[in-house]
């Protein structure tokens, strides 16, 4: 069964600096879609940045790139130039070819002023 | 506007009584997924479905039923609520094929106490 590790319950980072959020995960299959969630207070789930498996390229979207390496099954998101807007919970989530979505525990990302 | 819609935001139950949460999708998804999500726990999948009347375990289905009798709508039960089961339920519904992006969608989340 597949699973996704977030080993950093929680992070801190000054506004203006660069954060790296941690992710691994688990699974035999080859091809599969990663995704990077953001959660505010609000509680609604939103897309940061996803990442097709058979692609080599690491994604990118604006201050947000992720760090694939697909022998080591690690997946990180690197926040740039951070800003207190980006304070939330962080999910880490692994997407199968069958369908099925999963999720890793998150973390709390705070940004200091 | 894509929408995934929780019917109940706030729910009060009593142990042992029976519980449905409904979710809609008005986008044709195939697949239909229900997580709760605790603190430090982050979001475990209870059930999932990739079609009409079927459905597949996920990771903490226990105390947990599923029914999807239409495509567009899955509904999460539970049959004797237990204090344990206070959590915040959150639906999700995405398309099976693989399309570029293959963007899933979130509702706003449902939060349950078991009183």
């Known amino acids: 069964a597949q699973t996704v590790t977030q080993s950093q319950p929680e992070m801190s980072v000054q506004e203006a600096e660069t954060v790296t959020l941690s992710c691994t995960y688990d699974t035999s299959e080859s091809d599969y879609y990663l995704f990077w969630y953001k959660q505010p207070p609000s509680r609604q789930m939103i897309l940061v940045i996803r990442q097709e498996a058979y692609k080599q390229q690491n994604a990118t979207e604006n201050r947000f790139s992720v760090n694939f390496q697909k022998a080591a099954k690690s997946f990180s998101l690197k926040i740039s130039d951070s800003q207190l807007g980006d304070a939330a919970m962080y999910f880490c989530?692994?997407?199968?070819?069958?369908?099925?979505?999963?999720f890793g525990q998150g973390t709390e990302l705070s940004v200091k002023p | 506007d894509v929408k995934v819609t929780q019917s109940s935001r706030y729910l009060v139950k009593r142990t042992g009584e029976k519980v449905f949460l409904e979710c809609v999708q008005d986008?044709?998804?195939?697949?239909m997924f229900w997580y709760r999500q605790d603190p430090g726990l982050g979001l475990r999948l209870i059930y999932f479905?990739?079609?009409?009347?079927?459905?597949e375990k996920g990771d903490i289905p226990e105390g947990y039923s599923v029914s999807r009798e239409k495509k567009e709508r899955f509904s999460l039960i539970l049959e004797s609520a237990s204090t344990n089961q206070t959590s915040m339920y959150l639906c999700a519904s995405s398309l099976l094929v693989r399309v570029s992006g293959n963007t899933i969608y979130f509702g706003e989340g449902s939060w349950l106490t078991v009183v």
């Open positions: 986008m044709d998804h195939e697949n």
């Open positions: 479905s990739y079609d009409v009347k079927m459905k």
């Open positions: 989530a692994y997407k199968s070819q069958g369908g099925k979505l999963i």
